[in-house]
C-alpha cells in the first residue's frame, strides 16, 4: 500500500505573510512530496509496504526507510497544524499543563524559541508528553522523532533551512515568530486529549 502525497488543508497562501506561498510550494510540493516518493521507492513490495506510517517509523533509525518514513510523518504533522484562523493560545486543561510547567504561555515560548534557535543544523523543535506523561520540549536532529525515545509528539516546528529559507533566508528567530501566528491552538490541543 503506497503512502500518497496528503493535500495541505488551506490554500496555499492561507498563512500568508507568515509563511508564503512559495515557501510551501517547495517545502509541502517538493522536500514533502519527495520523502514521501522516496519512502514508496524503499518499501514497495516489502513486508513494511503493509505496516502504517507511524509503525514505520517505530522501527526505529537503524533501518533503511527511517529518514523517509520519518520525514513523512513529520511533515504531515508540522503542515496539519497551521490554520489562517486558528487559537493563537492553548486553552482548557492543555493551557493549565503549560502555565504549571513553564510559568505561563509567554515563556513557554521563549523555552521553545531558545530550544529552536539553539538547534545546530537540520531537525525538528517538539512539545512532547515525556515517558512520565510530562510536558517537555526537546529536539531531534535532521529526521528524528520522539516516539523513538518513548515520548508522544503533541506539537513541532520545522527548523531545517528549507522550513524558512525563501521567507526569512537565514534568520531562523524570524521564522519561529511567524510559527507562533499561523500555529493552530486547537490542533495541539486535540494531540493533547488524545495522549492523555
Ligand atoms: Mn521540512
Redesign the pocket.
Known sequence: MAHSVQQLPYDLTALEPHISRETLEF?HGK??AGYVAKLNAAIEGKDEDKLSLLDLVKKGPSTAYFNNAAQTWN?EFYFNAFSAKGAREPSGDLAKAISAKFGDFAKFREAFNAQATGLFGSGWTWLVLDGKGELAIVNTGNAGNPVNDGMTPLMTC?V?E??YYIDYRNLRPDYLKGFWEVLDWNVVGQHYAAAK
Open positions: 517545502h522536500h514533502y511533515h520545522d531545517w528549507h522550513a
